[in-house]
């Protein structure tokens, strides 16, 4: 079983303050989001590997290195498209695939309704991407989807956790390493993280209260 890192940064937990933070707005919302993305996915591939070169500057030559991988951002529509922004900052060249999933209501299990890949898939590392890590559903069905895709290694990017959630990525999928800015308390009786910080994609796209989380 891989490890949960949980981000120890001081600017990390600033930021996670003020997220939570019921008067934030959605403007100010979504520039934390994709700050934090940044700051969490620089600790999520501080063990990327490099390759050493050689950079012509103004002045000469100066040794260099780096990353091999082919890295991928797969954000959990909706709410981990900002944090995708984010990442994409600081990784340009990284690819964005998407994958869109709904709660079958019948099953309970995440339903795939779409998703966008490259008809040959090349990254060797997937960045999974949702600012929740609820109840794990959807970032349990995201990763055996990329399985399936022939992803060979994949790293799940939240900004709060539930233990539960944890628990259930943990259990079914436990060679992907978790990163986290929090672990908060419980899930509650309607499936959002408590204390969290409410609906994250209501509170980035200022859109009505959806019934829980995933």
């Known amino acids: 079983m891989r490890p949960v890192f949980v981000s120890s940064h001081p600017v990390v937990h600033h930021k996670l303050s003020s997220l939570r933070d019921v008067r934030t707005g959605p403007p100010e919302f979504r520039h934390l989001v994709r700050t934090l993305a940044v700051l969490i996915a620089a600790e999520a591939t501080a063990d990327l590997p490099t390759r050493d070169e050689q950079v012509t500057t103004p002045l000469g030559l100066a040794a260099s290195r780096v990353l091999t991988d082919v890295v991928g951002i797969v954000p959990v529509l909706r709410a981990g498209l900002g944090m995708a922004e984010g990442i994409l900052e600081l990784i340009p060249e990284a690819e964005v695939w998407h994958i869109g999933l709904f709660r079958d209501e019948t099953t309970l299990r995440p339903t795939e309704y779409y998703n966008k890949f490259p008809a040959r898939p090349r990254i060797t590392v997937a960045l999974v991407v949702d600012p929740m890590l609820a109840t794990g ?18 790293k799940l990017l939240a900004l709060i956790a539930a ?6 990525m943990n259990q079914a999928m436990p060679d992907v390493a978790i990163h986290v800015g929090a672990i908060d308390g419980r899930l509650n009786d309607v499936g959002f993280i408590d204390p969290g910080l409410g609906d994250a994609g209501d509170r980035q796209f200022a859109t009505g209260m959806d019934r829980s989380e995933d």
Do not use: W
């Not at 233990?163 to 259930?168: C, T």
């Open 137 to 154: 559903g959807s970032a349990v069905r995201t990763c055996e989807i990329l399985k399936a895709a022939g992803v060979p290694r994949l």
């Open 163 to 168: 233990p539960e959630g944890i628990a259930r």
